[in-house]
């Protein structure tokens, strides 16, 4: 099953410290990774970007479990970015 973006939800969006923290829910694991993997690709996060806490927490409607995260990644400014040559 390929796993979309209807499949997160990001809950909190801050900066502390000259850092992003992203604070959110996926449907799987893979889901967290594939979000780190996009956001990195997007050129505007310095890599690597921290994947801080994952844990799996119940919920009363399908799927069942979802995985709560955080992230922890420092943007660059628009003259910074350079967008990650595709594979």
């Given at each position: 099953m390929k796993e979309t973006y209807e499949d997160r939800l990001l809950t909190e969006?801050?900066?502390v410290v000259g850092d992003v923290v992203i604070d959110g829910t996926s449907?799987?694991?893979t889901g967290v990774s594939d979000f780190v993997n996009n956001l990195e690709a997007s050129g505007y996060f310095k890599r690597?970007?921290?994947i801080v806490s994952?844990?799996?927490i119940s919920s009363p409607q399908p799927p069942g479990e979802l995985v709560s995260f955080t992230l922890r990644a420092q943007f660059l400014t628009?003259?910074?970015a350079k967008?990650?040559?595709a594979k």
């Open positions: 969006l801050k900066q449907t799987t694991q690597s970007i921290d994952t844990r799996a628009p003259g910074e967008p990650v040559a």
